[in-house]
């Protein structure tokens, strides 16, 4: 029998309202889910007030108040989002008994909607990493195959999410960080436009790449939960001046009429599984009208290394902040010596992934290195941002896989790191030139899902919504 | 030989530059985050928020009306604003700052000062450049237990962290401690005037000063607490690199501690290359444009300046230019004079009264003029009884005295001012009597000359030795005289 979980959130919002079933009995069954499942393990902490949370909004809407568009949804929160009052680690030894004084900005607005925080997500420690398996409380495996990760650095939520543990989710991407994972658990996943969502209260990892983004179930939900999280902050100057969002398409919403392909992102390195489904995603959307046509772009050879310059030298910045003095790790000895006590604790406190990137970002910082690495990798971004400029005036889409392979064995990657950094070759462009990239499942490839992307210009989020519906619909009626 | 070796280094040019911070104290908020920026007589950790502890995941935001201070300023100094203003970090672990990093602006590495150029002129007319002026935050403040080196333990008062703070750069203009101090205490004039800073609050404007010697090592002086400590710590510099150069030993380059306590510097730390401070630019902040209708609109609202104000005062208001100057340049004393002026119209002896009573009365002991009962409303008043009542001028500076030093309130003082006209009334009376009764001669001549009057005039000027007023005199002997003829 389906079970509750299985739903979509839109289908259990509808029986909510409907009085056919209680938002607390809904949490009491994604509760069990979660315990019978634990050794995904896609969640560092739960929500202990969730029960009474969920029957708050149970009598709200018995008394007939008017109740927000997330009512009754159980999010799962990616564990470098701060939520009051609930633990909020980073998967890192350093934070592991952090309890942040203040919610995020998206936290505050999906409250507002009435949605309910479930648990907080598995991740790479500071979202460092591709596979979830960088984890201060061990790896988060793939639901569809437990020999494989779930992808990462949001392997928490995307292992939820496909798990049935949770109906919607909250990731973060830096370079690939949502879209990954919905690649290897096989759900949808959004990047949005850099500055459409507010990062105030995303624990950085690197600044000016990352963006929170939606994970769901389908794309109604994805769009609803975007929905509600976007628009202008006054508490994040890098937000655009926007205001309420509604990416709904109840009707049928404008579709991409000429597509790109990159030759860079396509040719080599991919997996032949992920080749072919990628290529009967081609023909799905010729069969949508869609014209397709195929571009070189050179300056992406250097988008891996522009990338992790960039986001390197960010971290080791932001990172600085983690001493052990006001916070998080602490110890009881050393105090007399400042130098000593923070390198104490921050060999301790740190994992070695987080730790190579602060060294080299520290690096890459130094006088004399500052030019050579990170002004020259500045000077990249703006050149991969002005050729996608340039191609979104010819194309409304650039689609290529998510990720060249289906999932990973674990420690199959995680071992060697320039392997890891490898595997992120679709999907950090996006970030480098801050535009909107989905996810979407497009088949499958040795039974594990193959994930499409889809990449538009600047707040094309719309856009990008309403061919990804459409190509589903295309998809569905093909395999019946 | 050796006389003409002192002569030589008595001459050796001297070159001073000075590094200012300078709390904007009188925004509401801390630069980035919503916290007051009063967060003096606070309990220790009680005026902060997440932002400027620097909690996870939290971001700054701009407070605009910083941007508004710091323009003022430098335009008042004619400093040439960026167009973009962008902030860096510069990344040092140290206990006072809750990020590990200080968010600063930065002129190299793609980044541009706040404002570059620049100039502020001393009374001697000798004009100090401004290299450029930096906004940034201010870290927290660290306690000690006696001393920074045998301290058992530092206690960190986060209050003041990210109190916005302004960074004044000078070239290395000044050529001795004196004009590094005068500079000092007309940057300070200027930025009350522009009523962004209160410089005398504790710790609200500090400075660092830099010092060669004929054009040889730059040394770093830091810990300066206070404008005459500058000009302390600055004359001892000088002596103990003028003592190395005549022994022939090489000037170090370093940064110094200016040691209060002992009245020398001691070595901090040699600096053979500027430390790695890792700048790169702040991705949270967006850039910000500074346009041109912004700058007209600051330029509108900013107050008369000080040499501006000067001339004023000696074209429009009569004051010598020794007045006009110390007036000028003193935000306090000008408040006291121009609000005094509100309530008469007597600026040159309002102007003599305050340079030369008040603010002597204030030098000679240490005190400022709050520490003073004395208003403008009082200042006007006296001043204005003190001409009606012709009291003489050395009463009048008695009293004026006895008002400012408190020995009397002030009233006191308008009692004695109308005693005094009374002494002095009786006083012209009986001069006016007696000549008329040793004069019958003349007074008989009177009847039939009424110019014989003069005669009288003069007798009565020359006893009272020119000190009543005449007209007052000659219709109080008319007024006598027709009355024992009639
Ligand atoms: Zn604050």
Redesign the interface.
Known sequence: MKKLYHLPYHELRRKIFDKEIKVKDYAQEILERIKERKDINAFITINEGILEEANLIDNKIKEGEKVGRLAGALIAIKD???TKGIR?T?ASKM?SN?I???D?TVIERIKIEDALILGKTNMDEFAMGSTTELSYFGPTKNPLDKERVAGGSSGGSGAAVADHQAPLALGADTGGSVRCPASFCGIFGLKPTYGLVS??????YA??LEQIGPMAKSLKDLSLLLSCISGKD?????TLPLKDFNFSFEKKGKIAKRVAIIKELVEEGLQRGVRERFYSALEILKDMGIKISELSLKILEYAIPCYYIIAM??A??NL??Y?G???GLKLKEGMEN??LY?SKIRGEGFGDEVKRRIILG?FI???GY??QF??KA?AIRKIIRKEFDRIFKEYDLIISPTMPSIAYKLGEKSKDPLEMYLGDIETVSANLAGIPALSLPCGYSSNMPVGLQLMGKPLSEGLLLSTAQEFERIRGENFE | MRELEVKTLSDMSIKIGLEVHCQLTKLKSKLFCPCSSDYRDKEPNTNICPICMGLPGTLPTLNKEALFYALKVCLALNSEPNKRILFFRKNYYYPDLPKNFQITQYDRGGGVPFSSGGVLKLSSGKEIRIRRMNLEEDPAKIFYEGSITSSRYSLIDYNRAGIALLEIVTEPDMSNPKEAREFLERLKGLLEHLEVSEPDLEGAMRCDANISLMDGTRVEIKNISSFKEVEKALNFEIARQKALISKGIKVKRETRHWDEARRITVSLREKEEEEDYRYFPEPDLVPIAINEEMVKQIILTLPELPEKREKRYVKELGLSETLAKVIAYDRDLMKLFEDSLKYCNLPKKIGSWIVNDILAYLNRKNLTLKDLNLDANKLAKLAEYSEEYKVSDKKLKELLNELISGKKNFLEVLKTLKKEELVQKDEVLRIVDSVIKSNSKALEDYRKNKKVLDYFMGKVMEISKGKIDAKEVRNLLKEKIEEIIK
């Open positions: 470098n989002i701060c909020t980073c934070l952090y942040p004084p203040y995020a990062r105030y209260g995303l624990i950085s600044n000016s006054e508490r994040d100057s890098t030298a960010e080791s910045s600085a902040r001493d003095l006001r916070y400042f130098s923070i520290t910082l130094s006088a500052y030019e990170y002004i500045q």
